[in-house]
């Protein structure tokens, strides 16, 4: 009888083991659980968006003004400038626009005092005279208004004052965005120009904003 026991002691005893080794499985499962909380948050972490910002640039079109969207890395104002300076993008997808800013304009400074800003670019601006010098300067005064407010915006070629040309007020060596209100597209204009839905109503809340500022 004590043989025949001893087997099934034993047996007991091993359940007992197993039970016990399987059963108190919460050392095991811990160590996983922790691993997946910290990949999911570093996932979180790591997953930023691309850091780009949408802004809004101006390009001439039949004469008159078309906004056009781009992707920077920030909204500071001299990366706006620096963008509108480069040749018009393949991507844009407007019929027939272009830049009157001269190939090879480079913005050398740009200093705000309150809410006057002068622009100082290079050499190559002053290879731009007539209309086009006028667009160029409406390119550029339309873009870097289009989210901040100056009462006064001048231009520097190397450092040097220039005059520019107004639509409204002829040679002058300020200007504002108002004067050159009348220069952006219509909405007939921007048909034509196969502009999207998008940056039409982008044209339209502009020309609104500057009817009632002008």
Known sequence: MIRRATPVAAAV??????????????GVDERPRALQV??????????????RIVSILYYVNEGSFVPASTELPD?????????LLMPPPSTLGVNGTLS???????????????TRL???????????VGLSRQQA???????????????????????????VSSPSQGDTPIVTACDFAPLL???????????????????????NRLDEAC
């Open 100 to 114: 009157s800013i001269p190939a090879g304009t480079e913005l050398l400074s740009l200093s705000r005092d309150t």
């Open 75 to 83: 909204n500071d104002l001299a990366t706006v400038i620096r963008a």
């Open 38 to 51: 910290t990949s999911t948050t570093t996932t979180t972490t790591t997953a930023p968006s691309t850091g």
């Open 118 to 128: 002068t622009i100082n670019l290079s050499a190559p601006f002053d290879n731009v």
């Open 185 to 207: 597209s219509t909405t007939e204009d921007a048909s034509s120009a196969s502009l999207s839905e998008d940056m039409t109503a982008v044209l339209t809340e502009r020309r």
């Open 13 to 26: 005893v091993l359940g007992a083991v197993l039970a016990t080794t399987f059963g108190c499985g919460i």
């Open 137 to 163: 300067i409406g390119q550029m005064v339309l873009t870097v208004t289009e989210r901040a407010q100056f009462d006064a915006i001048d231009f520097q070629v190397e450092g040097k004052a220039i005059q």
